[in-house]
């Protein structure tokens, strides 16, 4: 089996399972808006239960299911299309395709079950004068709550990023650097 199909194997059955049994502790032991403090000022753990998207996007709309579902099943053909293709020398982008892959499906699955997406995981600026900047200027002080699916996009967006941004630039100028200009080979002079 062709190592960017291993890597696929790996990065999605352990970010689904992970994010599966994440989520599914929290709706089983946790009330809904429960919070608790790990960070004061930064971090809390807080079940919420999210029927849009992050800021509550598409949560009112009657067709927010059937277009979540459409833009999943896009992103799974558009990525397994993708990683066919793929070399087997581009790890980094196998792994960005899977965590993509990986989180899409997590989420896809709550939706689908309980038409909302389990969420626990809250950021926020609790020092002054930040906090009230940022409730002044765009009306939070809080990251939307996420959960280890949205974790998984992040990571393999940033992943595809670095890819394009730093790797690919590299490994182009290597090779262009190992070939000549004239491209038939080096030549000697005598």
Known sequence: MPVRYRIFLVVVSASLL???VTKAWFR???SIRERRTVIPGFFDLVRAENPGA????FRDSAYRIPFFVAVALVAFVVIIGYLRKLPDDQRVLATSFSLIFAGAAGNLVDRVRFQRVTDFLDFYVGAEPVRSWLIDTV???HWPVFNVADIAISVGVGLFALFVLIIEPRQARA???A???DGRGATTSA
């Open 54 to 57: 992050a800021w509550g996007m």
């Open 139 to 141: 009306g939070s002080n």
């Open 179 to 181: 070939s000549p200009p």
């Open 175 to 177: 090779a262009a650097e």
């Open 28 to 30: 089983d032991h946790w």
């Open 18 to 20: 992970l994010d599966q």
